[in-house]
């Protein structure tokens, strides 16, 4: 049974930085598809940054990320990280890693079958 655990949130002041974390067990194919979802309170989750673990790790961004998000991955500890800087207001939110892929789009959360539990970002002016 594959599991996440995203860790790594917190409050920081806009311009600041933050590193999420999103501790994977369980899987047992060397290939499969993790991206990082945020949603806001009222607004739908959306998908913000996704890599392919195993396959080439290839990585796409959301258009409002790119060049401030980082996606990467530590094979040897099975573990995503999405370094975040140049913090805006706007990034705040619930973050979540999800995997569990059932083919779509790498930023539609009905997409994805396993979710992390969540860890909060806030970013204030």
């Known amino acids: 049974q594959v599991q996440l655990v995203d860790s790594g949130g917190g409050s920081v002041q806009a311009g600041g930085s933050l590193r999420l974390s999103c501790a994977v067990s369980?899987?047992?194919?060397?290939?499969?598809?993790i991206t990082w979802f945020r949603q806001a309170p009222g607004k739908e989750r959306e998908g913000v940054a996704s890599?392919?673990?195993?396959?080439?790790?290839?990585?796409y961004y959301d258009d409002s990320v790119k060049g401030r998000f980082t996606i990467s991955q530590d094979s040897a500890k099975n573990t995503l990280y999405l370094q975040m800087n140049s913090l805006k207001v706007e990034d705040s939110g619930m973050y979540y890693c999800?995997?569990?892929?059932?083919?779509?789009?790498?930023?539609?959360?009905?997409?994805?079958?396993?979710w992390g539990q969540g860890t909060q970002v806030t970013v204030s002016s």
């Open positions: 890599i392919y673990i195993g396959g080439g790790g290839y990585t």
């Open positions: 999800a995997t569990g892929f059932k083919g779509g789009w790498w930023y539609r959360s009905t997409d994805f079958g396993v």
């Open positions: 369980g899987y047992r194919v060397t290939g499969y598809r």
